[in-house]
């Protein structure tokens, strides 16, 4: 997978779509890429969120990851946190 920056979510996760508008502000105002998989229906996406998951048994979603600096994040997230983690200052 080459995308830096992860979010995995449920199609019928309310929260998961909850966090879809602050990703979209997030990529504009950092002008990256948030690259959204979805697990609940798509069993590859899911292994690789199991993979990624190891050292932060989230164990379901929405699970946010950035490949660059190994750090995952579990659940309902903030504007202010989600901009730190995706390398916002």
Known sequence: M?????????????????MFPLLDKLEKE???KIARLEVWHNSKNDELRQ???????????????????????CGRQDYKKLKEFFGGK
């Open 2 to 18: 080459g995308d830096k920056l992860v979010m995995f979510y449920g199609e019928e996760c309310d929260v998961c779509h909850d």
């Open 51 to 73: 993979e990624y998951d190891k050292h932060f048994s989230c164990e379901g979603v929405p699970f946010f990851f950035n490949t660059q600096t190994k750090k995952g994040l």
């Open 30 to 32: 950092l002008n990256v």
